[in-house]
């Protein structure tokens, strides 16, 4: 009986490190996956942040062209103001010319009375 109960309990032992030792090579495994997955992780965050940093360089550099164009565009549109505001004043003391010559040649010119 002594046989039987200490066979009983090696196999209870035996069975017992195996279990263990399966236990053990599913922790390892996990924490292989895990720390693969983490690696994974941060290889994704890395290369969406570099991904990331190159849209935001081309959208500032097209913002700069877009904004330079704009002033281009501002000053070329001040610049026909400015000159439209000087072809008219230049008109205007034109006619003021004119007109002040056909005065002075009305008053010269002796009025005929019918």
């Known amino acids: 009986m002594a046989d039987l109960f200490q066979d009983q ?4 032992f035996f069975e017992v490190q195996q279990e263990n030792r399966h236990l053990k090579e599913t922790i390892i495994s996990l ?3 895990l720390e693969s997955l983490a690696f994974e992780k941060e290889q994704s965050v890395r290369d969406t942040h570099a991904s990331m940093v190159g849209e935001i360089s081309h959208l500032k550099k ?3 062209a877009l904004r330079d164009e704009l002033e281009q ?3 070329a549109y001040e610049g026909k103001i400015y000159q439209g ?3 008219n004043r ?3 003391n034109q006619l003021k010319a004119i007109i002040q010559a056909l005065r002075t040649k009305l008053e010269k010119t002796p009025s005929r009375q019918i």
Do not use: F, G, Y
Not at 9 to 12: A, T, Y
């Open 9 to 12: 309990s090696q196999d209870q």
């Open 31 to 33: 924490r292989r996956e």
């Open 62 to 64: 097209t913002i700069t």
């Open 73 to 75: 565009q501002k000053m």
């Open 85 to 87: 505001k000087q072809d």
């Open 90 to 92: 230049d008109e205007k």
